[in-house]
């Protein structure tokens, strides 16, 4: 079974509709991370959470809102999507305690369409 | 924004021949990363290289941090068709934890 996995795998969805994109994973790690990639763009940060406790915005969080509700499952949420919201997310995680490597594990990611 | 530039945007080779992707970046890195993504599919994570590290090997990639210039690249020797996947470089400042990606080379192996 997958280390990191993501539901739905694809999604269309309807302008204004409130959507939710989820993350878990059996890795035991403690950081958790949204990701969204649009084409030529690469990956941009859209939340991230070092643990349970502690959510922080990314480089785009503009639009989305997360909840981590326990270590494994971190959860993205669009309260009203809009048409520029289309694109490939990613969850990701990475456990820092690995003698100070960073390296991190992704989810096979969600196509979201917006229309 | 974005921390990493990567050139070529796009490369195309023939099998047996040898890749390299570069990457450039602003800001003091405590590592680099190198990625790898199949069409649509999530990240695999290739190697990192510390940023006192100068060079790093593994099988077949070769990766160099010239932290002066702020600048790495990926050699990946005698390619096969089954390399050719987008590849990402991903920088990790000092704050620790956040990686801030490129924006990929698409490599092309062709049989």
């Known amino acids: 079974d997958a280390d990191v996995t993501q539901t739905p795998r694809n999604r269309i969805t309807k302008t204004g509709k409130r959507i939710m994109l989820e993350c878990s994973q059996t890795?035991?790690?403690?950081?958790m991370y949204w990701y969204r990639q649009d084409p030529g763009l690469g990956l941009r940060l859209i939340y991230y959470?070092?643990?349970?406790?502690?959510?922080n915005k990314g480089e785009i969080s503009d639009g989305y809102s997360v909840s981590r509700q326990a270590q494994a499952k971190f959860s993205l949420s669009l309260e009203s999507a809009i048409p520029n919201q289309t694109a490939l997310y990613f969850c990701?995680?990475?456990?820092?305690?690995?003698?100070?490597?960073?390296?991190?594990?992704f989810g096979p990611g969600t196509r979201l369409t917006v229309t | 924004s974005q921390q990493g530039e990567e050139d070529p945007q796009a490369l195309s080779i023939q099998e047996g021949e040898n890749a390299t992707m570069n990457c450039s970046y602003k800001?003091?890195?405590?590592?680099l990363q190198w990625y790898r993504q199949n069409s649509g599919r999530g990240l695999v994570h290739l190697i990192l290289i510390r940023s006192n590290e100068r060079e790093k090997h593994s099988g077949r990639l070769r990766v160099t941090l010239d932290t002066s210039k702020k600048s790495s690249s990926l050699l990946i020797t005698a390619s096969r068709a089954a390399d050719t996947a987008s590849y990402f470089c991903?920088?990790?400042?000092?704050?620790?934890?956040?990686?801030?990606f490129g924006q990929g080379t698409e490599l092309s192996v062709k049989p």
């Open positions: 991903a920088t990790e400042n000092n704050q620790g934890g956040k990686l801030i």
């Open positions: 800001t003091s890195i405590n590592n």
């Open positions: 959470s070092f643990d349970v406790k502690d959510i």
């Open positions: 890795k035991g790690h403690d950081r």
């Open positions: 990701a995680t990475s456990d820092p305690r690995q003698g100070q490597r960073y390296e991190q594990y």
